[in-house]
């Protein structure tokens, strides 16, 4: 059973940064997704960031030009580095994976978290003054 573990949530001001890390226990298939998405109180899942097997990436609107994600394979991790963080990017935040899926497969699940297989726990994010 792939396991996911979230690290790297916490409080911090509008305008700070934050470092989100996410482990996998296995990859048992050369061609996958990684995502990170997001949930808000009362709020549906979405999608933040998402990279496939090419390092190829994509991101909500709303996080273009702050947020980047990046992977590192000799320690089956990736990570979202947030920057210029806002009051609306607080919610608990997830990383996911599904493997075989990549390229286009990968670009359409930042809008549909559905097709994501495996799944951390979350970690909480909370912007406030």
């Known amino acids: 059973q792939v396991q996911l573990v979230e690290s790297g949530g916490g409080s911090e001001q509008p305008g700070g940064s934050l470092k989100l890390s996410c482990v996998i226990s296995?990859?048992?298939?050369?061609?996958?997704?990684l995502g990170w998405f997001r949930q808000g109180t009362g709020q549906e899942r979405e999608g933040v960031a998402v990279?496939?097997?090419?390092?190829?990436?994509n991101y909500a609107d709303s996080v273009k030009g702050r947020f980047t994600i990046s992977e590192d394979n000799a320690k089956n991790a990736f990570y979202l580095q947030m920057n210029r963080l806002k009051v609306e990017d607080s919610g608990t935040y997830y990383c996911?994976?599904?493997?075989?899926?990549?390229?286009?497969?990968?670009?359409?699940?930042?809008?549909?978290?559905?097709?994501?297989?495996?799944w951390g726990k979350g970690t909480l994010v909370n912007v406030s003054s």
């Open positions: 990279i496939d097997t090419e390092g190829t990436t």
């Open positions: 296995e990859y048992y298939n050369s061609e996958y997704c």
């Open positions: 996911a994976v599904v493997f075989g899926g990549a390229g286009d497969y990968c670009s359409r699940a930042l809008f549909a978290y559905q097709r994501m297989y495996y």
